[in-house]
């Protein structure tokens, strides 16, 4: 697998579980350099079951939301499914008032995720 700047990824079984490193995802540049490496899982790297792992996310802009519904139809294209976890209150209540959990499929911890694949 490729390296990244924004991302820690490992494998669990065949599902790519993605850790963000950066706290906060809200710089324009960070979050389009997120975009693309996100992106390339899917589209070189053909993971068809992806991880979102949002414990080290203190803060999540708008603009970081826009590039998790690109990724959701990017992974539908390719037959794949992802799946969110560990996701503050205070960052799913803003999934929850832009109707995004219920676009996404949202689980209290990664256990609970890899169990729901």
């Known amino acids: 697998m490729t390296a ?3 991302l820690d990824v490992t494998e ?3 599902v790519t579980v993605v850790r963000f490193r950066d706290r906060k995802i809200v710089e324009d540049l960070n979050i389009q350099q997120l975009g693309q490496e996100l992106f390339q899982l899917v589209e070189l790297d053909n993971c068809r079951r992806l991880l979102l792992n ?3 996310v203190e803060f999540l ?6 590039k998790l ?3 959701d139809k990017k992974m539908k294209a390719h037959g794949g499914t992802f799946k969110l976890s560990n996701i503050r209150p205070e960052i799913y209540e803003v999934f929850a008032i832009t109707k995004l959990n219920r676009l996404f499929d949202i689980k209290d911890d990664e256990a609970d995720a ?3 694949f």
């Open 4 to 6: 990244y700047r924004r």
């Open 12 to 14: 669990v079984g065949d």
């Open 54 to 56: 949002f414990s080290s």
């Open 61 to 66: 802009s708008s603009a970081a939301l826009g």
């Open 69 to 71: 519904i690109t990724l």
């Open 114 to 116: 890899l169990a729901a």
